[in-house]
């Protein structure tokens, strides 16, 4: 789905595209094989005008676009070849489909969709209808027809960014399904990439290229699952022509309205989950291929390290701030309230379990100082307490949220208070060896930080819990005295920083 999905997006964002020979080799990879002759090139390139061209001739008649059409085929057509030989990879061409990618050693299917979709043939009819040789009644068939089989959104409703099944960029009638596959193809492609990116004798540059390239795509993979946090999914139904107000189209079973499935919602959360570990996830390059990631330089000719780590950080930061963002925040509400106590309404994913999944998930196994801290997981710490201080600063959010995300900063500053009176009980520091105890050090200071981060939320009131008085100085000083000089360290770090009211 590489280079066209990118192609699209440029050109929806107006730049233009930057073929390079990486993508290629990235492509060819994708399909499983370590290059493409030029007979498979050319079939490949005609498939994919074929479908620009069904697509842009659509415009030409008069349809727009329709970023619901990828709904209408079912993932295990997709893999059937005769099946998309007839339906199309979607119901209609109007929409912005990726490549439909191959499963390793499968079947051969169609990548790019061969034939125009229902939804295509039943607008043409509509708009091209012979007024003279019908019946008056013809024009609201052909709309039944439409209402009752086909989903469409528009470029505007696209742009409200509400509906998460009005998507660019995604196939058949499960998108989650969907991205759970991009997301196993691109550890698939991370494993061998250095050597399909880079023919023999080229430049290393390429390498970096096609990692910075599959590190944008996992990007764009994480804010595609962001709209299903609270999506709600809207649809053009009218007020039958016989039937009685409130009781929508002839299809009653249809809401213009509803909450998007909850068990798309919570398996959107746990994808992205995994994509705040990206390194644990399998999705940066392997370590062996590490002394050869270069990227071309910002001359002519030039090279540069790549520095991953800034980049997964970088990563990282954008998916968990915009999860937890105010306008998301607001959204999954809106979308919790959206149909009132209404006992038949569909469930709804609640604030409550969004943030206690979304906070739970991103602590992982909590602060046991037993256990070895990455120094990734030590940014997804610190980035959930500033994420969490930011959301419950925002006075504008509705109280009942704010109230929410103060359980959520409580939580956090409980396991950071058990992390740090674990560290403080352990009285056999000084036996363990040089490095085992470095490690606990720097786990201590890590907390010590956190705590710092969190007490400026956590204070401020004298009733309020906070969290010097979770853990009285006075008990926590002399224990960590006694347990070892780094605790003690990490105390009057603590101390200052709550004293000065550091911000950290
Ligand atoms: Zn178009």
Redesign the pocket.
């Known amino acids: 789905m590489l280079q066209l999905s990118d192609f699209r997006r440029q050109r929806s964002q107006r730049k233009a595209p930057r073929p390079r020979r990486s993508s290629l080799s990235l492509l060819s990879e994708l399909f499983g094989k370590k290059s493409m002759n030029a007979a498979e090139l050319e079939a490949f390139v005609g498939a994919g005008l074929r479908s620009v061209v069904m697509?842009?001739t659509g415009?030409i008649l008069g349809l727009r676009?329709n970023f619901k059409g990828s709904l209408g085929v079912s993932a295990e057509c997709l893999q059937t070849i005769s099946c998309t030989a007839e339906q199309g990879l979607g119901v209609s061409v109007?929409d912005y489909l990726p490549l439909n990618m191959p499963s390793e050693g499968g079947p051969e299917i169609h990548v790019f969709s061969p034939v125009i979709g229902a939804y295509d043939k039943l607008a043409i009819r509509y708009g091209y209808i012979d007024m003279e040789a019908y019946s008056a009644t013809e024009l609201p068939g052909v709309l039944q027809e439409a209402a009752d089989n086909f989903d469409i959104c528009t470029d505007a409703d696209y742009e409200l960014a509400e509906d998460p099944f009005c998507a660019m960029e995604d196939l058949g009638e499960d998108p989650i399904q969907f991205h759970e596959n991009q997301f196993e193809e691109f550890v698939r492609v991370q494993r061998s990439l250095l050597l399909t990116a880079t023919t023999p004798g080229g430049s290393y540059k390429d390498y970096g290229y096609a990692v910075r390239r599959l590190l944008g795509q996992t990007l764009m993979l994480g804010e595609d699952l962001l709209p299903w946090l609270g999506g709600i999914r809207s649809r053009y139904l009218h007020r039958s022509l016989l039937g009685p107000a409130g009781t929508g189209t002839e299809n009653r079973t249809q809401r213009a309205r509803e909450p998007a499935p909850i068990d798309l919602q919570r398996r959107a959360l746990l994808l992205l989950l995994r994509l705040l570990r990206p390194r644990s996830a399998g999705l940066l390059p392997p370590d062996e291929s590490l002394p050869y990631l270069v990227d071309a330089g910002g001359n002519e000719g030039e090279i540069m390290s790549v520095d991953l780590p800034a980049k997964a950080r970088n990563l990282t930061q954008i998916l968990l701030s915009s999860a937890l963002s105010s306008a998301r925040l607001r959204q999954v509400l809106k979308q919790e309230q959206l149909l009132g106590l209404d006992p038949t309404a569909p469930p709804a994913l609640s604030v409550s379990e969004f943030l206690s999944e979304l906070v739970a998930g991103v602590l992982g196994q909590g602060f046991e100082a037993s256990q070895e801290v990455p120094p990734e997981e030590m940014d997804l710490h610190m980035q959930l307490a500033v994420a969490l201080k930011v959301l419950f600063q925002d006075q504008a959010l509705p109280a009942e949220v704010r109230a929410l995300v103060l359980q959520q900063l409580r939580q956090l500053s409980a396991a950071t208070e058990s992390g740090l009176l674990h560290i403080a009980a352990k009285d056999d520091l000084e036996r363990k060896g040089r490095q085992k105890r470095a490690s606990v050090d720097l786990m201590n200071s890590h907390l010590a930080l956190l705590r710092s981060e969190l007490s400026e939320v956590l204070c401020l009131s004298p009733e309020e819990i906070c969290s010097s008085p979770r853990v009285p100085a006075q008990t926590m000083a002399p224990k960590a005295r006694s347990a070892s000089r780094s605790t003690s360290v990490a105390y009057a770090l603590w101390a200052v920083g709550a004293s000065i009211g550091l911000r950290l």
């Open positions: 697509h842009e415009h676009h109007m």
